[in-house]
């Protein structure tokens, strides 16, 4: 039997699209294990920001969390455990995504404890965290403004022509810049007593270490978005999107209803390692077949 592993975007829990997983078979094929959801902690994370709206609430409390843990035999850790295990412990592909089986037992049984009344402890408690992701993710918005500006201001310089300066190749950009980039991201944001012995040992073997990897990736990414399609909207969730899809490391299939930065980004990133991407109409339609 041939498992099938979906990382869901968030939108597919959302009215008009959740109904869809509800009404079908994937709880039976999640228990017979024809289907393994891949839930990272950006799509929970961003799934419990509807706590905060009145309308949502319920739908949430009732109906979304326990379909996820119906679902779900676990979770997946948040990246920066998963990069230290990567990098500082040296467990490279062998490091241990999803979240220890008493820690997630634990979770699910505070789940259960939410109130519908607005009055969640743990909810009211992480608002600081919630209002800085807030702010970096318009600072991000914001740098891919001013690389935009910048570039526009250079192509209006040396008067751009695309047969003269020729048009940026993605994976040698991602060849020219990684190494770097990496080396930068690293000592701020995986806790080591020797960035400078772990960024070597990262930079020799890229591909030992996936997720850290494809984080930079991500972020060359937006940064190249920004510059070459200087005709799309800067999308504010675009980070989020990004994290999202990094568990199609470990997964076939995407489920989202998105049409802008994150099919995109799809396309150019996860389309050739062969990865499949469903909207929620598609995905029931395909599940009931299995």
């Not at 228990?31 to 949502?56: N, Q």
């Not at 519908?116 to 403004?145: T, Y």
């Not at 800067?234 to 049409?259: C, F, G, K, P, R």
Request: net charge positive.
């Amino acid at each position: 039997m041939t498992t099938l592993r979906v990382v869901f975007d968030t939108n597919a829990f959302r009215p008009g699209n959740f109904e869809l997983l509800e009404q079908g078979p994937m709880r039976k094929l999640c228990r017979s294990g024809r289907i393994v959801p891949v839930y990272g902690h950006v799509f929970v994370e961003e799934t419990l920001r509807a706590y905060g709206v009145e309308r949502k609430r319920e739908e949430l409390v009732k109906r979304w969390l326990p379909f996820v843990v119906d679902t779900a035999d676990r979770i997946c850790n948040d990246f920066v455990g998963i990069w230290h295990e990567e990098l500082v412990q040296g467990r490279g592909p062998h490091t241990r995504i999803l979240m220890p089986r008493r820690d997630y037992e634990r979770f699910k049984a505070r789940l259960t404890e939410i109130p519908l009344n607005g009055a969640w402890h743990a909810w009211h408690a992480s608002q600081s965290e919630r209002d800085i992701d807030d702010r970096k993710r318009n600072a991000q918005r914001e740098i891919s403004k001013s690389i935009r500006n910048e570039v526009a201001d250079w192509r209006k310089a040396v008067r751009y022509d695309p047969r003269k300066h020729g048009v940026s190749c993605l994976n040698e950009y991602f060849e020219k810049e990684v190494d770097n980039a990496g080396r930068e991201f690293l000592p701020v944001l995986v806790p080591c007593k020797n960035p400078h012995a772990i960024a070597n040992r990262w930079s020799r073997s890229k591909a030992q270490y996936p997720y850290f990897t494809t984080f930079v990736i991500n972020m060359l990414y937006m940064a190249h978005h920004a510059m070459t399609k200087n005709n799309k909207a800067i999308d504010l969730n675009a980070q989020a999107d990004l994290d999202l899809m990094t568990h199609l490391l470990h997964a076939d299939v995407l489920v989202s209803n998105e049409t802008g930065f994150l099919r995109t980004a799809f396309e150019d990133l996860w389309k050739p390692r062969r990865k499949v991407i469903f909207t929620s109409q598609q995905f029931a339609d395909f599940i009931v077949k299995l």
